[in-house]
């Protein structure tokens, strides 16, 4: 998909560097961030996707370092909170995946937020 700096596009990518810093300052996040490094090991990037609570747990989708998307629900009540129902898709999978228009912009703008600070972050 091509990105052409419209409003709805600019709105989104606010939105995902806000999922950004959520990951880096909450007590949600945190525990998002520790589960990722558990299951991948270390990355430079994570961006929020989909964040959907529910009763029982909060379901993600993380893009990480514009290359993977790791779904899973993180159970509430539980100290740590505990990661379940894992899924790792490319992001060509998981846009095969995606049906409406909406989740595939924020995903290539997520994916286009990921590289560009892949790119800042090379030694």
């Known amino acids: 998909m091509k990105l052409t700096g419209t409003q709805t596009e600019k709105r989104y990518r606010q939105e995902l560097e806000y999922s950004k810093r959520y990951l880096r300052e909450s007590e949600t996040g945190k525990n998002v961030l520790n589960f990722l490094v558990e299951l991948l090991g270390e990355f430079k990037t ?62 290539a703008i997520a994916v286009d937020l990921s590289e560009e600070n892949l790119s800042c972050n090379k030694d």
């Open 46 to 107: 994570a961006y929020v996707l989909t964040h959907t609570p529910e009763q029982g747990e909060d379901v993600f989708r993380v893009l990480v370092d514009a290359k993977k998307i790791v779904g899973f629900d993180l159970q509430h009540g539980e100290s740590p909170r505990k990661a379940e129902n894992v899924v790792k898709y490319s992001v060509k999978e998981y846009e095969k995946l995606i049906g409406n228009k909406e989740a595939r912009l924020i995903l």
